[in-house]
């Protein structure tokens, strides 16, 4: 049962009990509030928070204990084509969840990533802000769209999804079982979008990153191209093993 099944059952429990207590006079009326308030904040932080599994399953982190994997997301973008230079040179797999409008405006980054050895997820077409507040039919068409984008490039296509924002709701849940794959989220979120100071976030991922983590970043960013060998290299120098992310998961990646 997921998490949100569970507190869907407990709220409608909580608000029999509460008004039967406030019916007998056993307890003030603004207990309902508290309840309130409780579920929709379980509702907000369930859906913010992919790695509580809240409103669908995803696949956050593998059972190993020193090998890690690194996934992209947003790409094809402006530093897709350095961090496949610094993933070839340290002979790193990877995983890139792609936007479909990107991959459809680079596809020979797309090519790239397929012919060296990267796995490519699928991350919707047009990531917009509003992705959240589609249906789920609209959440399919995104995406299918992708997915084909993906096969018309690299003649495969991809089974693993990762939610933008990596936020999550029931129509997200919807879409993803409709279109036959599988979620993936992070068990080690870099903040690399919001990141100053490379040697700060390389120093960040070294004191976090433990075995079977799967490490969010992204390749629009520069400071992620800047940092890729150093981390990579003293990661290696603490005993991690660097390995795709469907290898960490045991997942299927393409149909
Ligand atoms: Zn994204």
Known sequence: MRPFVLVNILFVLALLGIDILYLTGYIAWWWLLVVI?????????????IGWNFYLYSHNKGKSTNAIALSFDDGPAACTAAILDVLKQQNVPAAFFTIGKNAVANPDLVARWHSEGHLIGNHSYEHGFNFDWKSAKAMLQEINKTNEAVKNITGVTPLLFRP????????VAKAVRLSGMQSVGWSLRSFDTKAKHG???????????????????????PVTAEILTEFITKAREKGFTFVRVDELLALQAYV
Not at 37 to 49: E, F, K, M, R, S
């Open 37 to 49: 308030v409780i579920y929709l904040h379980l509702l907000v932080l369930g859906a913010i928070y």
């Open 164 to 171: 933008p924002y990596g936020v999550t709701n029931p129509n």
């Open 199 to 221: 040697d700060v976030l390389v120093d960040k991922l070294l004191r976090m990153a433990k075995g079977g983590d799967v490490i969010l970043l992204h390749d629009s960013m």
